[in-house]
């Protein structure tokens, strides 16, 4: 009995982007069938392939954004090479490239030109800043976007300086958000036969992640409070998002929504008394009132330090509160909620003869289920897809000799 494929077959995908945020919607798309060329350079390809290669494994960055993608390489500095790009091209539901503005036009893979080679390409183009601002034409990174985005201060504590973390938050926003630009345009094209060009930027993809936060923060004119306790609402409907040490320093969160959210909480914890005690029956006391919060904050840090974290969650739990260990990130890699939905899988390396925990796919698709791949080797498609394409041996033989592939 064949397999089922995935929800994505039949979408043809030419990708000519290196690095992160232009890699990874089409790689997710190749996990959901699509058949996706990555087109690189034949002398070293791209120059991720080179970055963070633990002994006896394969890069841990191309392989997270390649994954199960086909790698044809082309030199496009040559007529033959444009020319094969634009026979792949014509075939081609969507192109992406992340090349900062005006490179890809000068390397021949343009919009404008693509477009008369495909009315009906969805052409993706990401960028740092976006084109229409100052710096649009300056090259952008993922900490830039989180720098200029706002993120850093989500993770800020008064009084210590503001900083980039070290996950890749604006890349992987980006991603998710051109994988859905594309299948909306996609969908669109289908529907009238004209293609269209989508813009996005690792900045205003960063912007978005902020959600609902952003917006308060811009309706207050005023930053959000941060560090230790996330304070949200109104007086009247209070809501908090707090972490606390246990008894051997192992933290948790729990969080709030609501005034009965609080004494469910407190009662399930065995706290309510003091927290009476101390004033702090009615949550929304600490709602714009920097001491009392200060105040509420080291109470709580005093009673959750004197019981386990395994207890203190398994109370919350019990209570209906959502509350959870913080997990590190080698942690959240064997978390049983984690493994048991499959977001982290492991996946046969022949080549290097291991089986290598990786990635899962985000979504669970009862008739198509997503199909994890490893990454190409450098040119690995060139015969197959060239000859897909009419060309015949010598030809490609040719192409060889003279390093157009």
Same mark, same amino acid.
């Given at each position: 009995?064949?397999?089922?494929?995935?929800?994505?077959s039949?979408?043809?995908?030419?990708?000519?982007?290196?690095?992160?945020?232009?890699?990874?919607?089409?790689?997710?798309? =190749?996990?959901?069938?699509?058949?996706?060329?990555?087109?690189?350079?034949p002398?070293?390809?791209?120059?991720?392939?080179?970055?963070?290669?633990?002994?006896?494994?394969?890069?841990?960055?191309?392989?997270t954004?390649?994954?199960?993608?086909?790698?044809?390489?082309?030199?496009?500095?040559?007529?033959?090479?444009?020319?094969?790009?634009?026979?792949?091209?014509?075939?081609?539901?969507?192109?992406?490239?992340?090349?900062?503005?005006?490179?890809?036009?000068?390397?021949g893979f343009?919009?404008?030109?693509?477009?008369?080679?495909?009315?009906?390409?969805?052409?993706?183009s990401?960028?740092?800043?976006?084109?229409?601002?100052?710096?649009g034409?300056?090259p952008?990174?993922d900490?830039m976007?989180?720098?200029?985005?706002?993120?850093?201060?989500?993770?800020?504590?008064p009084?210590?300086?503001?900083r980039?973390g070290?996950?890749?938050?604006?890349?992987e926003?980006?991603a998710?958000?051109?994988f859905?630009?594309?299948l909306?345009?996609?969908?669109?094209?289908?529907?009238?036969?004209?293609?269209?060009?989508?813009?996005?930027?690792?900045?205003?993809?960063?912007?978005?992640?902020?959600?609902?936060?952003?917006?308060?923060?811009?309706?207050?004119?005023?930053?959000?409070?941060?560090?230790? =306790?996330?304070?949200?609402?109104?007086?009247e409907?209070?809501?908090?998002?707090?972490?606390?040490?246990?008894?051997?320093?192992?933290?948790?969160?729990?969080?709030?929504?609501?005034?009965?959210?609080?004494?469910?909480s407190?009662?399930?914890?065995?706290?309510?008394?003091?927290?009476?005690? =101390?004033?702090?029956?009615?949550?929304?006391?600490i709602?714009?009132?920097?001491?009392?919060?200060?105040e509420?904050?080291?109470?709580l840090?005093?009673?959750f330090?004197?019981?386990?974290?395994?207890?203190?969650?398994?109370?919350?739990?019990?209570a209906?509160?959502?509350?959870?260990?913080?997990?590190?990130?080698?942690?959240?890699?064997?978390?049983?909620?984690v493994?048991?939905?499959?977001h982290?899988?492991?996946?046969?390396?022949?080549?290097?003869?291991?089986?290598?925990?990786?990635?899962?796919?985000?979504?669970?698709?009862?008739?198509?289920?997503?199909?994890?791949?490893? =990454?190409?080797?450098?040119?690995?498609?060139?015969?197959?897809?060239?000859?897909?394409?009419?060309y015949?041996?010598?030809?490609?033989?040719?192409?060889?000799?003279?390093?157009?592939?």
């Amino acid at each position: 009995m064949s397999q089922p494929q995935g929800p994505l077959s039949g979408v043809r995908v030419v990708s000519c982007s290196t690095a992160q945020a232009g890699t990874v919607p089409y790689m997710l798309m =190749a996990d959901l069938g699509a058949d996706v060329i990555k087109i690189e350079t034949p002398q070293g390809g791209d120059p991720s392939r080179r970055m963070t290669v633990l002994p006896g494994m394969p890069s841990t960055f191309f392989e997270t954004n390649n994954r199960g993608v086909k790698s044809v390489t082309l030199n496009l500095k040559t007529p033959e090479g444009r020319a094969i790009l634009h026979r792949l091209v014509e075939r081609a539901d969507i192109f992406g490239q992340n090349f900062r503005p005006g490179a890809a036009e000068k390397n021949g893979f343009g919009w404008e030109e693509l477009r008369k080679v495909n009315p009906k390409l969805v052409y993706v183009s990401i960028s740092g800043y976006g084109t229409q601002g100052p710096n649009g034409h300056l090259p952008g990174t993922d900490s830039m976007a989180q720098a200029l985005g706002g993120i850093a201060e989500a993770y800020s504590a008064p009084g210590q300086k503001m900083r980039t973390g070290i996950a890749s938050v604006a890349d992987e926003s980006t991603a998710m958000l051109a994988f859905g630009g594309a299948l909306a345009a996609l969908i669109h094209a289908r529907a009238t036969g004209v293609g269209q060009k989508v813009e996005l930027s690792l900045l205003g993809s960063l912007v978005r992640l902020l959600g609902w936060t952003f917006t308060t923060t811009m309706w207050r004119n005023k930053d959000p409070v941060t560090g230790q =306790a996330r304070v949200t609402g109104t007086a009247e409907r209070p809501g908090l998002s707090a972490s606390f040490n246990d008894r051997d320093g192992k933290p948790l969160v729990f969080q709030l929504t609501g005034p009965d959210n609080w004494h469910d909480s407190m009662t399930a914890l065995g706290f309510l008394d003091r927290i009476k005690a =101390a004033g702090f029956e009615d949550l929304g006391v600490i709602i714009d009132n920097d001491a009392k919060r200060i105040e509420l904050l080291a109470l709580l840090d005093d009673l959750f330090a004197t019981g386990s974290r395994d207890d203190w969650v398994a109370r919350l739990r019990a209570a209906d509160i959502v509350s959870a260990p913080i997990n590190t990130m080698l942690e959240a890699s064997n978390d049983p909620d984690v493994l048991a939905n499959g977001h982290v899988t492991e996946v046969d390396y022949p080549k290097h003869g291991k089986r290598l925990k990786v990635h899962g796919t985000p979504w669970r698709f009862s008739e198509t289920p997503a199909r994890p791949g490893i =990454a190409p080797e450098l040119g690995e498609h060139n015969e197959a897809v060239l000859a897909e394409l009419g060309y015949d041996a010598a030809a490609i033989s040719d192409f060889k000799a003279r390093k157009v592939i």
